[in-house]
């Protein structure tokens, strides 16, 4: 199932900086087959939903092994059924 989707992940006790980290939640979701897009408070995605799924999961088994104790992360999914939904088609 093709979908877009909005990510916000959220390291909890890395200190006052997350730059670090979330430099590293985009190098984890670019290594998958999605379209990204990152903006002040997230990131948007295209793609099919399993895969969104696997990069959520990766971002957080990747983060916790490299030391981030604690993750909440914000996933807002999108699909339809009408057509395909892409991010270019978001766009005002």
Request: no cysteine; net charge negative.
């Amino acid at each position: 199932m093709d979908v877009t989707a909005e990510i916000q992940v959220v390291p909890i006790g890395a200190g006052v900086s997350v730059r670090k980290e979330i430099r590293r939640v985009v190098e984890i979701l670019e290594g998958f087959d999605l379209t990204l897009e990152t903006h002040a408070s997230g990131t948007n995605l295209e793609g099919k939903l399993v895969t969104i799924l696997q990069a959520t999961e990766a971002v957080h088994e990747t983060l916790h092994r490299e030391g981030v104790v604690r993750l909440v992360t914000y996933l807002k999914l999108e699909s339809r059924t009408d057509k395909t939904p892409t991010l270019a088609g978001k766009r005002l």
